[in-house]
């Protein structure tokens, strides 16, 4: 291993700052670069917004880097290569960087692209990874709804799939939870009300932070315009 410095993918949680590991926070505190991932240039970062508290502006540089916010992942690219060579650049020249994603940086998190490329272009780069405490945890905790005991299976998914895979999905798990339900919320509490689930889930956004929102009765979010730090969880 080369004598660069490190990248260290740190998790920091949901959104509640008490939520953060020992060990995120102490990475967070040395690091000499904190990378906050944002959807536009002119867009706070979510991430920062849990750790700024932590971060030091007189000896740290904060790095914003954009990752637009898009289901069409076509020319993304060249977003995701320019915002590793800017890391790669600072690792190079001896700085530690903490890249934070809000949950946990292995489970849909933005880092995983640049993951890849780090694996691919920047192999003698050390990266390591901290593990977060992820909205879906964090969700269930909240609204008091168990995850899965004993032999119970869960599904974990984005709410990208077609009726006839959610409808599957929904018949061969006993716990399923739909990331990002914002954008079509309506379309899945029609397949819940046609499966007889509909007062089987929870509505859950902004986990962890001032806004946070739980809903059970979910009829009465039809038609509203939801928040994407969104997710459902339902229960048989």
């Not at 119970?152 to 929904?170: K, N, Q």
Request: hydrophobic fraction near 45%; charged fraction near 25%; glycine fraction near 6%.
């Amino acid at each position: 291993m080369s004598g660069f410095a490190k990248i260290y993918a740190v998790g920091v949680g949901p959104g509640d700052p008490e939520l953060l590991t020992r060990k995120a926070e102490r990475i967070i505190r040395s690091a000499d670069v904190i990378c906050a991932p944002t959807g536009a240039a002119d867009a706070a970062s979510y991430a920062l917004s849990i750790v700024e508290d932590l971060i030091d502006p007189s000896r740290q540089e904060v790095l914003p880097l954009v990752f637009p916010m898009r289901k069409d992942q076509e020319g993304l690219d060249a977003f995701w290569e320019d915002a590793a060579a800017q890391v790669a650049e600072r690792v190079r020249h001896g700085r530690d960087v903490a890249f934070i994603t809000i949950g946990d940086p292995f489970l849909y998190s933005t880092f995983l692209y640049l993951y890849r490329i780090f694996r691919e272009c920047y192999p003698e780069i050390a990266v390591e990874i901290v593990p977060g405490i992820s909205s879906i945890t964090a969700a269930a905790a909240v609204a008091g709804v168990p995850l899965g005991m004993a032999a119970e299976r869960i599904a974990i998914l984005p709410t990208t799939y077609e009726d006839a895979d959610l409808r599957e999905t929904f018949a061969r798990y006993d716990t399923v939870v739909l990331m990002k339900v914002n954008r079509v919320f309506d379309r899945v509490y029609a397949l819940l009300k046609e499966l007889g689930l509909e007062r089987c889930g929870v509505f859950v956004r902004r986990v962890g932070s001032a806004d946070e929102e739980v809903v059970f009765d979910l009829e009465r979010l039809v038609g509203e315009k939801l928040d994407y730090l969104s997710l459902l969880i339902v229960r048989k």
